[in-house]
Antibody, heavy 120, light 105 residues
Framework: QVQLQESGPGLVKPSDTLSLTCVVS?????????WGWIRQPPGKGLEWIGS???????YYNPSLKSRVTMSVDTSKNQISLKLSSVSAADTAVYYC?????????????WGQGTLVTVSS | EIVLTQSPGTLSLSPGERATLSCRAS??????LAWYQQNPGQPPRLLIY???RRATGIPDRFSGGGSGTDFTLTISRLEPEDLAVYYC????????FGPGTKVDI
């Protein structure tokens, strides 16, 4: 059974870089699927951030592309997200999820999410 | 960017009733549409992909249909645990989500 667990600082200062990791268990991230990050501001809807393959190939949301870096560590079976120059608008629950075998399709399953607050 | 519009914003029904949720795309997205259920305090759960294919473990009272720009999610007989927000998501272009429909039971 695939399980995903996000982790990282819960509080980030404005203009800093947000860094999160997602450890995958029950499935090797080299086993054919893309892996994605999605976020949800408190009380609001969902926004796709991007998707990454174990080779390092990435697909980003055009609206966030200039600030996003996603990477993989196959030795730790984990994926990572970096979002630079954050502001209060980046406050959200950040989810990682398994994408499809084709990049940027649908997501199953999802991690429980981690809340990141941007505040000084 | 492909914009998704969902209606109604809130749907208030009783257990056993049929729920029909709508999702409209700003341009044709073929069948590249998924539906998610998000219960309070939980991550979204994939219900339907490719417009009408049920995800693993999803009961057959959930069904999806449509094509082009107009899509529906139908819950044939509402259960109390179906209280949730339902999101549609397109993947024809760069992924976007609809604003959600809240189902009150």
């Amino acid at each position: 059974q695939v399980q995903l667990q996000e982790s990282g600082p819960g509080l980030v200062k404005p203009s800093d870089t947000l860094s999160l990791t997602c450890v995958v268990s029950g499935w090797s991230i080299t086993n054919g699927y893309y892996w994605g990050w999605i976020r949800q501001p408190p009380g609001k809807g969902l926004e796709w951030i991007g998707s990454v393959y174990h080779s390092g190939k990435t697909y980003y949301n055009p609206s966030l592309k200039s600030r996003v870096t996603m990477s993989v560590d196959t030795s730790k079976n984990q994926i990572s997200l970096k979002l630079s120059s954050v502001s209060a608008a980046d406050t959200a629950v950040y989810y990682c999820a398994r994408d499809s075998v084709v990049p940027a399709e649908y997501f199953y399953p999802w991690g429980q999410g981690t809340l990141v607050t941007v505040s000084s | 960017e492909i914009v998704l519009t969902q209606s109604p914003g809130t749907l208030s029904l009783s257990p056993g009733e049929r729920a029909t949720l709508s999702c409209r795309a700003s341009q044709s997205i073929s069948n590249k549409l998924a539906w998610y259920q998000q219960n309070p305090g939980q991550p979204p759960r994939l219900l339907i992909y490719d417009t009408s294919r049920r995800a693993t473990g999803i009961p057959d009272r959930f069904s999806g249909g449509g094509s082009g720009t107009d899509f529906t999610l139908t819950i044939s007989r509402l259960e109390p645990e179906d209280l949730a927000v339902y999101y549609c998501q397109q993947y024809f272009g760069s992924i976007t989500f609809g604003p959600g429909t809240k189902v009150d039971i």
